[in-house]
Nanobody, 115 residues
Framework: QGQLVESGGGLVQPGGSLRLSCQASGFIFDNYRMSWYRQAPGKERELVALSISVGDSKDYADSVRGRFTISRDNGKNTVYLQMNSPKLEDTAVYYC????????WGQGTQVTVSS
């Protein structure tokens, strides 16, 4: 059974930086599409960033493109989300997701952007 364990959330100042990590286990990491979602209070869960192993394809939500970077280390079965210059509206619970033969979700980690 696959599992995702997230870390790195917390308080960050506007214009600062934060790096989220998601450690995967129990499935063939290279065969899975990894992504980060977020859900802010009163809003629906939305896709933030996507990473596909084949061809090293990446995609981002318009709201974060140019500020956030998704990366994956297949040797470590880990996906990261580098958050640069976060804004107040980036405050949300961030979730790691793995989609392939099966579908797995992390527990979520709170990111609060505040000065």
């Amino acid at each position: 059974q696959g599992q995702l364990v997230e870390s790195g959330g917390g308080l960050v100042q506007p214009g600062g930086s934060l790096r989220l990590s998601c450690q995967a286990s129990g499935f063939i990491f290279d065969n899975y599409r990894m992504s980060w979602y977020r859900q802010a209070p009163g809003k629906e869960r939305e896709l933030v960033a996507l990473s596909i192993s084949v061809g090293d394809s990446k995609d981002y939500a318009d709201s974060v493109r140019g500020r956030f970077t998704i990366s994956r280390d297949n040797g470590k079965n880990t996906v990261y989300l580098q958050m640069n210059s976060p804004k107040l509206e980036d405050t949300a619970v961030y979730y790691c997701n793995a989609r392939g033969q099966f579908n797995y979700w992390g527990q979520g980690t709170q990111v609060t952007v505040s000065s």
